[in-house]
């Protein structure tokens, strides 16, 4: 079963949407795709009037973000199955981007309708689309198409401000290199044992819960602790068992996860890590080479059934009953809406936090459930295959320590002009 639009997380596409070039000025929405764009989210969503649609919902200095942008973006989100609060998250990234075209107009940065029609086809491409069929597909949910342009526009900006704001500041030396290529070569070779304590955080309550993950975490002494902290808090199926995970290889991680499980000593904890509607704490139990192991990836094949949060539990124990393979869950799904079965096959670094962690210690046909915002997700790995990699070059290797850099950098000016900027309501 094909899902109508498969896109990256918007966190990842967040960082990602850097590597686009820009230089000319935004040309104006267009009336007639503005009204018919608005015209199919007001059939959505009745009880909104046409007034308040364009009253001001936030404003950022002296620019104004009205709610019929909070509702695309919105929208969008939901479209990218994005974890958590996501009208919080949708005036966060409005109120980002507009912090972004301000830095862009300051320093008379542009871009040019080819480059922003070059960034919605790579963009699109992410999801086997042209820019054309994506622009469709998101019509169909209500998403206009100036929305989606302005979203990448911003991006595309913002990476420019970052090249002029500091090309010439960032050098990366030849033991970096060396460094990173190191570790690549090494984690690819190498397995871990770890414990997992995973608390859910319904949206609103991230903080009181990354709070008290912090405090259990700061209570953990020992192993023993630990396990004792995860049968008693934990919402994962390891609870039963203390959390404990057996050996797996570090590939088998999201991209997020390896870094903070590398950067542990054994029997370390780490600090609180957000996993999208849940806080995990991580105890590395051990750590050793893989014999015989060449740089590979991990590609994983796997299926996501979502339900509904207050009968998913027994769903998934009944599901769980009936199927033994991915395959089994497309006759459980019949006649059901596209978007409540997707299968994927993505490589394991690329995964959704929440998910890669979940999908990690799993064995093909096996399945997990968990409550995620205001649904309930059962999850199955369909196979997971050790894929070779062609070991990249040092000039490859200098551009993504390169990328790495600027990004924290950018991430840091845009922090700093968050704390600077009057964001108010109206």
């Given at each position: 079963m094909t899902p109508t639009i498969r896109v990256p997380q918007l966190d990842q596409i967040t960082a990602e949407?850097?590597?686009?070039p820009c230089q000319e000025k935004k040309s104006m929405i267009r009336?007639?795709?503005?009204?018919?764009?608005?015209?199919?989210?007001?059939?959505g969503a009745a009880p909104l009037q046409a007034q308040n649609l364009f009253a001001p919902r936030m404003y950022v200095n002296d620019?104004?973000?009205?709610?019929?942008?909070?509702?695309?973006?919105?929208?969008?989100?939901?479209?990218?199955?994005?974890?958590?609060?996501?009208?919080?998250?949708?005036?966060k990234?409005?109120?980002?981007?507009?912090?972004?075209?301000?830095a862009a107009k300051a320093m008379k940065l542009t871009v040019t309708p080819e480059q922003i029609k070059a960034g919605m086809e790579e963009f699109a491409g992410r999801a086997n689309m042209t820019a054309d069929q994506f622009v469709a597909a998101l019509a169909q949910e209500g998403v206009a198409a100036e929305t989606?342009?302005?979203?990448?526009?911003?991006?595309?900006?913002?990476?420019?401000?970052?090249?002029?704001?500091?090309?010439?500041?960032?050098?990366?030396?030849?033991?970096?290199?060396?460094?990173?290529i190191a570790m690549g070569?090494?984690?690819?070779?190498?397995?871990?044992?770890?414990?997992?304590?995973?608390?859910p955080a319904p949206a609103g309550q991230e903080e009181a819960v990354m709070a008290r993950a912090a405090q259990l975490r700061s209570q953990i002494r020992s192993e023993a602790d630990f396990a004792a902290a995860a049968r008693k808090y934990s919402a994962s199926q390891t609870a039963g068992r203390g959390g404990r995970?057996?050996?797996?290889?570090?590939?088998?991680?999201?991209?997020?996860?390896?870094?903070v499980v590398l950067g542990l000593a054994p029997g370390e904890v780490s600090q609180p890590v957000a996993l999208g509607g849940a806080v995990g704490l991580f105890q590395l139990r051990g750590l050793e080479k893989m014999q015989d192991q060449g740089l590979t990836s991990i590609s994983v094949d796997y299926a996501q059934y979502t339900l509904p949060a207050a009968t998913g539990v027994a769903e998934a124990a009944a599901i769980r009953a009936k199927v033994d393979t991915c395959d089994d869950l497309y006759t459980i799904a019949k006649g059901q809406p596209a978007d409540r079965l997707i299968r994927e096959t993505k490589a394991a670094t690329a995964l959704p936090t929440n998910v890669g962690r979940a999908l990690a210690a799993l064995d093909p046909g096996e399945s997990v459930d968990f409550p995620s915002?205001?649904?309930?997700?059962?999850?199955?790995?369909?196979?997971?295959?050790?894929?070779?990699?062609?070991?990249?070059?040092?000039?490859?290797?200098?551009?993504?320590?390169?990328?790495?850099?600027?990004?924290?950098?950018?991430?840091?000016?845009?922090?700093?002009m968050r704390f600077n900027a009057i964001i108010r309501k109206p």
């Amino acid at each position: 079963m094909t899902p109508t639009i498969r896109v990256p997380q918007l966190d990842q596409i967040t960082a990602e949407r850097l590597n686009d070039p820009c230089q000319e000025k935004k040309s104006m929405i267009r009336p007639l795709s503005f009204a018919l764009a608005l015209s199919t989210l007001l059939v959505g969503a009745a009880p909104l009037q046409a007034q308040n649609l364009f009253a001001p919902r936030m404003y950022v200095n002296d620019s104004a973000i009205t709610e019929f942008e909070v509702q695309q973006r919105l929208q969008m989100l939901k479209l990218f199955r994005t974890p958590g609060d996501l009208e919080e998250a949708a005036i966060k990234a409005l109120v980002e981007d507009r912090l972004r075209m301000t830095a862009a107009k300051a320093m008379k940065l542009t871009v040019t309708p080819e480059q922003i029609k070059a960034g919605m086809e790579e963009f699109a491409g992410r999801a086997n689309m042209t820019a054309d069929q994506f622009v469709a597909a998101l019509a169909q949910e209500g998403v206009a198409a100036e929305t989606f342009r302005d979203f990448v526009e911003a991006g595309l900006l913002w990476r420019q401000v970052a090249q002029q704001k500091y090309i010439g500041k960032v050098t990366v030396s030849d033991a970096e290199i060396d460094r990173a290529i190191a570790m690549g070569n090494s984690s690819a070779a190498l397995r871990i044992l770890i414990s997992e304590l995973v608390i859910p955080a319904p949206a609103g309550q991230e903080e009181a819960v990354m709070a008290r993950a912090a405090q259990l975490r700061s209570q953990i002494r020992s192993e023993a602790d630990f396990a004792a902290a995860a049968r008693k808090y934990s919402a994962s199926q390891t609870a039963g068992r203390g959390g404990r995970i057996d050996w797996m290889p570090l590939a088998n991680l999201p991209a997020a996860l390896a870094p903070v499980v590398l950067g542990l000593a054994p029997g370390e904890v780490s600090q609180p890590v957000a996993l999208g509607g849940a806080v995990g704490l991580f105890q590395l139990r051990g750590l050793e080479k893989m014999q015989d192991q060449g740089l590979t990836s991990i590609s994983v094949d796997y299926a996501q059934y979502t339900l509904p949060a207050a009968t998913g539990v027994a769903e998934a124990a009944a599901i769980r009953a009936k199927v033994d393979t991915c395959d089994d869950l497309y006759t459980i799904a019949k006649g059901q809406p596209a978007d409540r079965l997707i299968r994927e096959t993505k490589a394991a670094t690329a995964l959704p936090t929440n998910v890669g962690r979940a999908l990690a210690a799993l064995d093909p046909g096996e399945s997990v459930d968990f409550p995620s915002g205001a649904a309930h997700v059962f999850l199955m790995l369909c196979s997971r295959t050790p894929e070779q990699e062609v070991q990249p070059t040092r000039d490859e290797v200098r551009e993504r320590v390169l990328n790495q850099k600027f990004g924290a950098m950018a991430q840091t000016y845009l922090e700093e002009m968050r704390f600077n900027a009057i964001i108010r309501k109206p």
